[in-house]
Every structure is written in structure tokens, then in C-alpha cells.
């Protein structure tokens, strides 16, 4: 009986601190909820990023949504691209239409496995007039020359997926600089609130970049908003844009339509 008061105060500690730890989860561990997720964001913002990737694939089986982007090819900024988009996990399958913007395609399908591995894609102009689909790689030249990411690059996991690959490199090395800057309505993504992180780099990105903010938001921990930019332009000493990309008029799981993801899409 002498011992009870010990053996009590070593299970309180016990219990305390081991609950702590379990709160922040590992990166094993099912994904914390919604308020450790908010404490794991200030506190740990890598930490946070993993379990949003682990919360995407406990959630999320598909999406349409509207993409505002604007990105910086062959060195010249382009005009900003407002793009309706749909996408599936299973199987893997894209599907977007230009409102504003287009490049060579103003409407494009990609199905992993399908097409013989390619993309349709309807020309965009007067070229669209006289022809009704074309197949393209995935990867191929023309593709690149229309965007920073191809269509087997796409998507919230591919993003947090890049995302993490590059920042746990940095980590590896001891050059990881990530902060929680706090949290902040976002405009261009129907104002929601997100939270907001940056990192900045030692060395540049091979792509050039030097700097990238993010914007996940508070209720589904999707990187809503993701902005990229590079070096400092001398003339008015700001980083140059290299890409943005803001989503907005999410709709998570939708029931999809037969001909969402095939050449009727065109039609």
C-alpha cells in the first residue's frame, strides 16, 4: 500500500505525456483532427503538410473545381488562364476546360492507362473549328510549352506530394526554413480562410524557384493557393513570379458524369 501514491503519480505521468506525443501524431499514426491539426500548423508546419497529405488520402476521391493560374514560361509571363477542372483518383483522370486564356488546347481529357497513354485535346481557335480531337503525349513538347506542370502532374496530392519531396530533401541537409505566417482570408480562393506558410531557400530550386508561399485551407487542409517565385527582379528589387495557382468553387467527391473524363467531353 506504500507504494500506491508512486505508482499512481508514475501513471499520471505516463498518461500525460504519452498523450501529448500521440496528439501530434507520427509520421506512421492515422492523421490528427481538426484542432491538432490547427496546433501541429504553427507549431510543426512540415509535420502539418504530411498529415494534410494523409488527410487527402483518408477524404478525398475526387474534385471539380475552378483553377485561376498564371505562370512564367520560356521566361515570359503569360496572360493569367481561368480553367474549369474536374479530376478522379481511380483511376487517375483529368479533365479541363478554358473559361480565359487558353494556349494550344481549350479543352483537354487524360485518362492514366487509356489513349494509349496520351492526352485528347481539342485545339484551341480556329484550328478547334476544323478539327475535333487530337492525341498528344502527356509529356510531350507542346504540353510543356503550355505549362510549368503536365496533366500527370496535377492535382492537390501531386502538389503536396512535390511539396514534401523538396522540403524533406532541404531537411536531410538542415536547410528546411518553413514558418507559419498565421491565418488569413484568401481572396482569389472565395475568401476561406487558410493558413498561411512559407519557405524560403538556401540555393534555388532547379526550376529557379527561391521562395514559395502556401495557402491551406482551414476546413479540408487543401493547399488551396500555391505561389512560386524566383529570383529578385533588379528593376523593382521584388522576386519574379514564376507561377500561381488558386483554387476556387471546390467541390469534393462529386458524382461524375459518364462522358466527364472521354472524348464526349469535348462536345
Not at 500521440?22 to 483532427?33: F, L, T
Not at 471539380?64 to 505562370?71: D, F, M, N, R, T
Request: charged residues 25%; hydrophobic residues 40%.
Amino acid at each position: 500500500m506504500r507504494n500506491l501514491p508512486c505508482s499512481r503519480m508514475l501513471f499520471t505521468l505516463f498518461a500525460v505525456f504519452g498523450f501529448g506525443f500521440a496528439c501530434m501524431g507520427s509520421a506512421d499514426d492515422s492523421p490528427p483532427n481538426a484542432s491538432d491539426m490547427t496546433n501541429l500548423a504553427r507549431q510543426d508546419p512540415f509535420a502539418f503538410l504530411q498529415n494534410c497529405l494523409k488527410l487527402y488520402d483518408k477524404n478525398v476521391r475526387g474534385y471539380q473545381v475552378i483553377l485561376q493560374k498564371q505562370e512564367r514560361l520560356q521566361g515570359k509571363l503569360q496572360n493569367r488562364e481561368i480553367i474549369e477542372a474536374a479530376f478522379r483518383e481511380q483511376p487517375y483522370s483529368v479533365s479541363m476546360r478554358w473559361l480565359e486564356g487558353a494556349h494550344k488546347a481549350d479543352r483537354v481529357v487524360f485518362v492514366a492507362g487509356e489513349n494509349e497513354g496520351m492526352m485528347l485535346a481539342h485545339p484551341a481557335g480556329v484550328a478547334g473549328k476544323l478539327v475535333k480531337v487530337v492525341k498528344r503525349k502527356v509529356d510531350s513538347d507542346e504540353a510543356r510549352q503550355s505549362g510549368r506542370y503536365t496533366l500527370d502532374q496535377f492535382g492537390f496530392k501531386k502538389s503536396l506530394q512535390r511539396i514534401l519531396s523538396s522540403m524533406q530533401a532541404a531537411k536531410q541537409k538542415d536547410t528546411l526554413h518553413l514558418q507559419f505566417l498565421g491565418e488569413t482570408k484568401v481572396f482569389e480562393c472565395d475568401q476561406r480562410v487558410c493558413f498561411k506558410l512559407k519557405r524560403t531557400y538556401d540555393v534555388p530550386e532547379s526550376d529557379g524557384t527561391e521562395d514559395l508561399t502556401l495557402y491551406v485551407d482551414r476546413e479540408n487542409f487543401l493547399p488551396i493557393g500555391i505561389v512560386v517565385r524566383g529570383k529578385i527582379d533588379a528593376a523593382t528589387g521584388n522576386r519574379e513570379l514564376l507561377g500561381e495557382y488558386f483554387f476556387r468553387d471546390l467541390r469534393l467527391n462529386p458524382q461524375f458524369s459518364p462522358q466527364q473524363f472521354n472524348e464526349a467531353a469535348f462536345n
